[in-house]
């Protein structure tokens, strides 16, 4: 009785409909500027942070482009977001199309290839260890510190309590 005058009026939710024609419109006129974009970055072997900018910068021109040309569309609600979605759906399909018919990626590596790993340990001297792992641009710095025995971490969880002595982070 008292959960019910103290209650909140509960909403239904309803999901936005997606209008499939605009979508169409819109991933049709992103894919073959999908295609030369992907085409272009393979041939010029890019660093990530630079692929991603210029992705950035396109998928923004692109736009601009659309509500040049599709004038009916440029006042739909939601149309920047539903654009900035399909470009990136269309990005996933046509790299994937890419990297199949190729058999490259697109830094230009094969299939098979793996870059080399370079690992350096003891990096910080005042911790019990740690190392440094770094493939192509990406580095991950791993530090282990041992605790007494009172510094255990306690696990909650539905089971009996657990504790954990040895805690790695990165």
């Not at 819109?26 to 894919?31: A, C, G, L, S």
């Not at 740690?130 to 969880?157: K, M, V, W, Y």
């Amino acid at each position: 009785a008292l959960a019910l005058g103290i209650a909140k009026q509960t909403e239904e939710f309803l999901a936005s409909e997606q209008d499939e024609e605009l979508n169409t419109i819109v991933k049709d006129f992103i894919r073959p500027n999908m295609v030369e974009i992907i085409e272009y970055l393979s041939s010029n072997k890019v660093r990530k942070q630079t692929r991603d900018n210029f992705l950035k910068e396109k998928s923004l021109e692109l736009f601009s482009l659309f509500c040049a040309e599709k004038t009916l569309y440029a006042d739909k609600p939601g149309l920047a977001a539903t654009f900035n979605e399909l470009f990136g759906k269309v990005q996933k399909e046509e790299l994937r199309k890419f990297v199949l018919t190729t058999k490259t990626r697109v830094d230009g590596r094969g299939l098979e290839e793996v870059r080399a790993i370079l690992c350096e340990v003891g990096v910080l001297p005042r911790t019990h260890g740690s190392a440094l792992f770094t493939r192509g641009e990406t580095q991950i710095l791993n530090i282990i510190t041992l605790g007494p025995l009172g510094d255990e971490q306690r696990i909650d969880g539905i089971s009996l309590e657990q504790t954990k002595r040895y805690m790695h982070h990165y």
